[in-house]
């Protein structure tokens, strides 16, 4: 049966939408094409969220679950005090002892729905569509590109030191780019990098808030700062700088990327703009019960036990990739639960980005395994990104990536 169209004959929707949203190329990942099997593309928490699933008896989840289903007819809070306050407390911790550190306070907080709408909020707010930058360092997550153009702002690029192990920020160069250019608002860093998975020096970040030649804000994603050395984060520093935001989320080391929240640390003032700018219940009743409970302290030392175990197995793909032959160097760093790691021509040979996406794709297609390939990112010929996933996991990623190249050097 074919249904009459009564659209308007003066309907055009090319016309009517705006031009950089029509010619919008979204976020892609590897989950857009393959959603099953071991699943090491993503970043996530092999181990599960931090909440102790097993000791919550079901009384307990009947509890909880009455507790939030019968609360659905009212909005949420829209301002999360009890879930910022614990984010405060998670990065007070370990500077407590320090009189000279300022604490955190919820008036430091702005939180989102992942840091994806944190990224997104930051360009909305200070860099005005079609007039004013923002500056990456590539290779770099890919988001920040994906909301740049959704606002219809231009990104200046400044590559990572590409030809220095675990890429670090070329902090002259990006000093001059923003001292030449005044119309840039923000700068995105990456710390520890995706794809690179190295921590950012924390003198380079300095560097550049200091900078005196330039008016903007510097933002430094965290997404993965739990996998780093104890007191890497640099979200104390918000007390000490204006121009700072820290942005961090519950989707990695505290394995919930399935309720969606991200937090900006940052001074005050710029928190009070980044929530009044915001939807007011973003944060829905469901997010922020399972958010207490994932940020409560049996739940952090759970989630540092399950850290352990992460770096442990991150150790174990650390010595044991290199022994399959034709994997060649990991050329980022070890900051993170993933490594980037390149895939050569043939054994002793050249890294390959053709080598390595046919190795992606025969994971995934033949072999049950999504990982991700990121040859075409700056620096990364032939870089495989592969997050570390269980012990059982891993030990089918080993056996299947070895497989894999010997069938394809045959
Ligand atoms: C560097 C980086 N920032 C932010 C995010 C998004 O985090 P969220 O799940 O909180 O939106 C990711 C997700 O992979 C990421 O790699």
């Given amino acids: 049966m074919t249904v009459a169209n009564l659209t308007s004959p003066a309907f055009d929707l090319k016309a009517i939408t705006r031009p950089n949203i029509y010619s919008l190329e979204p976020y892609r990942c590897a989950r857009d094409d393959y959603k099953t099997g071991v699943l090491l593309d993503a970043n996530e928490n092999a181990y599960g969220p931090s909440l102790k699933i097993e000791e919550m008896n079901l009384d307990d989840n009947a509890v909880l679950s009455a ?28 500077s407590k002892d320090d009189p000279s550190v300022v604490p955190l306070t919820p008036e430091n907080l702005y939180v989102g729905v992942g840091s994806d709408e944190c990224i997104d909020t930051v360009i909305r707010c200070f860099c005005a569509p079609g007039r004013e930058k923002m500056l990456t360092c590539p290779p770099t997550y890919g988001m920040y590109g994906v909301s740049a153009n959704v606002n219809d702002v231009e990104v200046v690029k400044v590559d990572l030191d590409l030809a220095t192990p675990g890429f670090p920020v070329r902090t ?99 928190a009070r703009i980044l929530n009044a700018v915001k939807a007011p219940y973003n944060i829905s009743s469901v997010t922020s019960e399972l958010a207490l409970l994932a940020l409560s302290p049996e739940s952090i030392a759970n989630m540092r036990v399950k850290l352990a175990a992460i770096i442990e197995q991150r150790d174990r793909l650390l010595t044991e990739l290199p022994k399959i032959p034709g994997v060649g160097k990991f050329i980022g760093g070890n900051d993170s639960n993933f490594l980037l790691v390149q895939i050569l021509d043939k054994p002793g040979g050249e890294p390959s980005s053709a080598v390595a996406n046919k190795v992606y794709e025969t994971l995934a297609q033949n072999k049950g395994v999504v990982i991700r390939f990121r040859g075409k990112e700056p620096g990364c010929v032939g870089a495989l990104r592969i997050t570390v996933g269980t012990k059982e996991e891993n030990d089918v990623l080993l056996e299947k990536m070895a497989e894999t190249l010997a069938a394809t050097y045959a």
């Avoid at 609360?71 to 007070?92: A, F, M, S």
């Avoid at 030449?180 to 950012?200: E, F, K, M, R």
């Avoid at 560097?207 to 739990?226: R, T």
């Fill in 172 to 270: 002259d160069a990006v000093c001059e780019a923003l001292t030449n250019d005044p119309s840039i608002h923000v700068v995105y860093l990456c710390s520890p990098g995706n794809p690179t998975a190295s921590l950012v020096d924390p003198a380079a970040v300095k560097k550049i808030l200091e900078l005196p030649s330039w008016n903007g804000i510097v933002v430094v994603d965290e997404a993965y700062i739990d996998f780093s050395a104890p007191g890497s984060s640099l979200a104390p520093w918000v007390t000490k700088y204006d121009n700072l935001i820290v942005m961090q989320t519950v989707s990695k080391a505290f394995g919930m990327a399935g309720i969606r929240l991200g937090v900006s640390y940052t001074s005050a003032p710029i």
């Fill in 67 to 94: 507790k939030l289903l019968a609360g659905l007819n009212r909005y949420p809070d829209p301002h999360q005090e009890d879930v910022k306050q614990l984010l405060c407390n998670l990065r007070n911790e370990p």
